[in-house]
């Protein structure tokens, strides 16, 4: 089992250009996040799905639009990226509000 | 913000030692969890702590908790060298996570 995967591991953009970050899980989990993390600061919850077919907005959640394509698969995107989200963005899914198990992250540098 | 603060920020102990680290948030929970993170990487669950227990052990790592006082403290006892990482409490109330902001370990060999 690959646990919970994401793409791309790092990414360039310039102001304005956009993009989605992908994110699967092979754990047959209900609900999935994604999270910012800045230097010296926790993580932030900027979006979640807590089961298939519904999202909801986290603590941090403009600027970001998300998918939950399939119960595997949950993507965020950027619509017009600020140099405000340089972040290391993590992937993480739960069963029941338990354990969340992480992806590796992705390290986005907006220019 | 309902986000959890961690204290210390920073911890230095030498192998061997006992480390503590605390964390205090202003919120009902759930239940409370530690994560790991070392360096460049994605978090690791090391305990949860439902709200209706005091305390809970696993291996090296005794975790308890005070709704009264809505505070958590994780010990890690008899520490090594790998237990240098950063540590961070995160509380769920429901559909949501909020994490503090971490304390960051460095055993000493």
């Known amino acids: 089992n690959a646990g919970v995967t994401q793409t791309p591991k790092f990414q360039v953009l310039k102001t304005g250009q956009s993009m989605t970050l992908q994110c699967a899980q092979d754990?047959?989990?209900?609900?999935m996040y994604w999270y910012r993390q800045d230097p010296g600061m926790g993580l932030r919850l900027i979006y979640y799905?807590?089961?298939?077919?519904?999202?909801d907005k986290g603590e941090v959640p403009n600027g970001y639009n998300v998918s939950r394509l399939n119960k595997r698969e949950f993507s965020l995107r950027l619509e017009s990226a600020a140099p405000s989200q340089t972040s290391v963005y993590f992937c993480?899914?739960?069963?029941?509000?338990?354990?969340?198990?992480f992806g590796p992250g992705t390290r986005l540098t907006v220019l | 913000s309902q986000q959890g603060e961690e204290d210390p920020q920073a911890l230095s102990i030498q192998e061997g030692e006992n480390a503590t680290m605390n964390c205090s948030y202003k919120?009902?929970?759930?239940?409370l969890q530690w994560y790991r993170q070392n360096s460049g990487r994605g978090l690791v669950h090391l305990i949860l702590?439902?709200?209706?227990?005091r305390e809970k052990h696993s291996g090296r790592l005794r975790v308890t908790l005070d709704t009264s006082k809505k505070s958590s403290s994780l010990l890690i006892t008899a520490s090594r060298a790998a237990d240098t990482a950063s540590y961070f409490c995160?509380?769920?109330?429901?559909?949501?996570?909020?994490f503090g902001t971490g304390t960051s370990l460095t055993v000493i060999p």
């Open positions: 993480a899914s739960s069963d029941s509000y338990n354990e969340q198990f």
């Open positions: 754990m047959n989990h209900n609900s």
């Open positions: 799905s807590a089961s298939e077919g519904t999202t």
């Open positions: 919120t009902s929970i759930n239940n």
């Open positions: 702590i439902r709200s209706n227990e």
């Open positions: 995160a509380l769920n109330t429901g559909n949501q996570f909020y």
